[in-house]
């Protein structure tokens, strides 16, 4: 089985600020905004997240800065992990788009059914002040899991129609490339749909093959307290010895410090998936079931 660490969300480059964490430790991964909306892209206010109207967040949260986002900006949901986000079809099942680059990395790495994608991004503490929301002075920004999918079904040359279920026709991915290319490459166009239900040894809970972590936990925490956010803190058995393949785009050892409490990782800047082979490192089926466990 394949772990991977997929980087989703607003980031630096898309959107500019962190994704918030509110007051009462929910976590909300904002969609990326998009500026030329496919036909399924929704603008921000369209999108549910509970009682939080979620143009007015980003409103707020980008408020101060030169290139804003309102209610009326579009946000591209992918992955697409929240049934209540959006009105849905029947039948509808979480669901994963990759770009180009992505997916050639993926496909390379043999990513496929039964692989576990686990989304982080980069998040910060936020209140509410006079009805509206802003980032918290002094609070640190932090890489966090935010969501998952177990992979059932690969989709590949979804430009193809009749090839998917009706409800995958308004993933974002899907629409912006439904325009009749001729597809050279079989993985330029690639769809991940999850399991309905995830299926992880150890793991006794039931619960949707996709989905969002509800509230923010210790153990969704990448980042080593104190540190940039790209200093993530894992477990020691991630180490990579001579024998066992790196977490992927990471096989430079320098990058990488045992010390008491487990192993230190300093992340590189580029790449959005980061693929684990569990199979040489077994202990990671058993983190992964205590990792839903405290946190789902």
């Known amino acids: ?7 989703k969300g607003f980031d630096k480059r898309n959107g500019g600020v ?4 509110f007051p009462d430790d ?3 991964s904002l969609p990326i905004p998009i500026s030329d909306p496919a036909g399924w892209d929704p603008r921000y206010r369209e999108i549910k997240f509970a009682e939080t109207n979620l143009g007015m967040l980003v409103t707020d949260l980008t408020g101060r800065r030169a290139k804003r986002y309102t209610g009326n ?22 669901a994963y788009g990759p770009g180009d680059r992505a997916q050639t990395h ?31 002075r002094g609070e640190p920004d932090i890489h966090l899991l935010w969501g998952w999918l177990q992979v059932d079904t690969v989709f590949h040359d979804i430009a193809n129609w009749g090839k998917l279920p009706l409800w995958a026709y308004s993933h974002s991915h899907v629409y912006e490339d ?13 769809l991940y749909v999850a399991r309905k239900r995830l299926h992880l040894s150890g793991l006794r809970l039931n619960l949707a093959g ?10 969704l925490q990448l980042t080593e307290p104190g540190k940039s956010r790209t200093v993530w803190r894992v477990r020691a058995w991630m180490y990579p010895f001579p024998n066992k393949p790196p977490l992927s785009y990471h096989d430079d050892r320098s990058r990488w410090r045992k010390d008491g409490k487990g192993c230190l990782l300093r992340t590189v800047d ?24 405290a946190a789902a």
């Open 178 to 190: 439904d325009d009749w290319r001729a597809v050279e490459d079989e993985y330029r166009d690639t």
């Open 210 to 219: 996709g989905g969002v972590f509800k509230k923010c936990h210790p153990m």
């Open 18 to 21: 962190a994704s918030p964490i």
């Open 73 to 94: 900006s579009h946000g591209h949901i992918d992955p697409d992990l929240r049934t209540e986000a959006l009105v849905r079809r029947k039948g509808w099942l979480p």
């Open 1 to 7: 089985m394949k772990i991977i660490f997929s980087r």
């Open 270 to 293: 580029i790449g959005q998936e980061f693929v684990l082979d569990a199979d040489y490192y077994p202990r990671a089926y058993q983190w992964l079931a205590e990792l839903f466990t």
């Open 106 to 136: 993926l496909a390379n790495n043999g990513v496929g059914v039964g692989d576990v994608f686990l989304f982080f991004g980069w998040f910060r503490r936020v209140e509410e002040v006079g009805g509206h929301w802003r980032f918290i």
């Open 26 to 28: 929910r976590i909300c």
